[in-house]
């Protein structure tokens, strides 16, 4: 075999589910010399991205800090802590990470009652509430509060106030959401939260932030079997990342160092201004498709600002208007998961990936391509209604 | 709260169990502009992976990729797909890192055998021949091929027939050894083997190197259970970086870019080369700490070339030297892990890291800091042994 060359990717326009763009100082970031992971400047650095994601994720949990995997390792981090065999919980599914929590619940022996929406609806606090009447007294309720795969934004404080009442641990999917529109942890009440760095924080992939809460913490240190992984167990974790530093496993360094440079930049930014961002460009495309006469497939009044899920038209050939994008424009959007397969694109506009600019260009591009591909539309009135 | 400022990282000689330090084009590749994981040009530089890993890892096994976690992540990921409640398991234990086997094992709900031997000794395969007399049928026999605990380098070439004669499947931790000593995943009859991407592979943390062999992937593929882990599960992680490309979790892209240079980089200057150049490099070292009346701790004969686990002689003080070398030379090193708290440094010369100037410029550095502590020895002496 001869040695491959070097790897140069081309530049990309990530307008996908993720990851998204990256800022050029987290970029660079990542190129910085490699540290110890137990290094008194590593662990000073350890100390500030706690603190930036307890801002960004808006809550005073001590357990909050980067897993060391990507969004599902966060996933699976909260509930092999949470759960043990025999544990009964709810689970929302409305689209592939609620069905994705189901099969992890099942793995941990836990009892499993769905609360299943339509995909690209939201799970609504009636559902909630009628689960728990079936099933009174779960140990935790789990919803996705951003649905990746439909582009729905369920309500999840009003789902925390029923779960609190029933006793519950309430445990939030923030993947695709964090930094691109409200997550209150504390004022909502979460027990448990998981997000990943690809989506709205615009860093690369590899990292989950998590937190905990008190009560959940509490759930975690005092059950009655082992945690089923070691490698996600935050009775072994908080030895790292706690005050005692002990070597549990080691720290991807330059993630880390991502990651800090990354939340640095949404406190910058500042949140409010940064999800009217999201939002503002979101509103931005949603007119440009209007004039396209093209839907977005997720319940009105509940349409994510961070990813759109728009709806491929009769006739038109769905993974050929994605191939056009990707290699004619440079532009990548993704494409439906499971039942919605051929049906939707799906556009993200997230962290430094939403801006004006892109908004304007992904229109241009897809208005060109669906004209040439037989889909008539007004392409200059859509930018237009875009800018 | 106000910002934390841009973290800008010392730079170290990362002279400890690892991280090791990076080369300049692993660091650079990783500030390359991000790809979606599913992107063409992405999927291409995947397969040029597995096909480097497997060169590195002398191996034709097509289940060869990188699991997106750390090291230890690799050891969970080996034994969550091979094992089940019930089956009974063979593990040597001389060192943190098979203890830790045990433990994760137990977490499968295994029945474990363990095979001690004094830390800083190897695992005789005599010991493996006598276990194999008490439990005759395991399913599967682990040990640690270089226990980064202690130096030691366990001849697990000839616990490989043993194993193979008992019908049971053989696996092997690499973290330490892979790329700086011979590892021959095929010629050695090995099932399952996980590495780290932080040791000698001098590429940052944040990977686990993997490799199945048909017969393993054949006992993770007909389980009568579940895999405990769904971000480990190798039937879903198959379809990923197998043919289908389906979508499992987004892998982290960046450190994918690394292990691609890394790996690179290692063929470049080919195996053999690179096996000689720690070899010599950790001889001397050894040649310098003989001048210096120094005792590496590990089995003489079986001592690991890329970390040298050097005694702490009486009335030193072992976390001050480390200090000093860390503040006042930028040197790493590590201190003992358990029974060996204060009783050892290790001292890595890893990929990268495994140069003869850095040889020299540590003990330079370690026989001053040694001298001015009151141990005396002759640094003059010592740093022109290791020349």
């Not at 961002?277 to 600002?305: C, T």
Request: aromatic share 6%; charged share 20%.
């Amino acid at each position: 075999m001869s040695n491959p060359a070097p790897f140069n990717p081309p530049v990309r326009s990530l307008m996908g589910p993720g990851p998204s763009n990256c800022a050029p100082s987290v970029l660079q970031s990542l190129s910085k010399p490699m540290l110890g992971h137990l290094d008194p400047e590593f662990v000073r650095m350890m100390e500030e991205i706690k603190s930036m994601q307890r801002a960004v994720m808006q809550t005073k949990n001590l357990m909050t800090f980067p897993v060391s995997g990507t969004g599902s390792a966060g996933m699976e981090f909260c509930l092999v802590n949470l759960l043990e065999p025999g544990d009964e919980v709810i689970i929302g599914v409305n689209g592939v990470f609620g069905g994705r929590m189901c099969d992890l619940a099942e793995r941990c022996g836990a009892k499993v009652t769905k609360v299943s929406s339509d995909w690209g609806r939201i799970i609504e606090p009636q559902q909630i509430a009628d689960a728990l009447k079936q099933t009174p007294k779960p140990k935790l309720v789990a919803v996705v509060h951003a649905e990746t795969s439909t582009g729905a934004l369920t309500p999840v404080e009003e789902v925390s106030k029923l779960v609190r009442e029933a006793g519950a641990l309430f445990l939030i999917d923030t993947v695709t959401s964090l930094a691109g529109c409200p997550v209150k942890i504390d004022e909502w009440g979460v027990d448990a939260v998981y997000s990943g760095t690809q989506k709205c924080l615009s860093c690369p992939p590899g990292l989950a932030p998590v937190s905990l809460s008190e009560r959940a913490l509490k759930v975690a240190t005092s059950r009655r079997t082992k945690v089923q992984s070691w490698y996600l167990d935050v009775n072994l974790l908080a030895g790292y990342w706690g005050e005692e530093r002990v070597y549990h496993h080691t720290a991807p360094i330059s993630m880390n160092y991502a990651l800090h440079e990354a939340l640095r930049l949404v406190l910058e930014e500042g949140l409010e201004a940064r999800f009217a961002r999201h939002r503002e460009n979101h509103l931005a495309l949603k007119a440009a498709l209007d004039v396209m006469k093209l839907k977005i497939m997720s319940q009105e009044g509940h349409q994510l600002w961070q990813l759109n899920a728009v709806q491929v038209p009769e006739g038109v050939d769905e993974a050929g208007v994605r191939k056009q994008l990707l290699t004619q424009y440079g532009i990548e959007v993704g494409a439906g998961l499971g039942p919605m397969k051929g049906k939707i694109w799906r556009v993200g506009l997230m962290g430094a990936t939403s801006t004006r600019d892109n908004v304007v260009k992904f229109v241009q591009a897809f208005g060109d391509i669906l004209n040439a591909g037989g889909y008539t539309c007004d392409t200059k009135a859509a930018v237009a209604a875009a800018k």
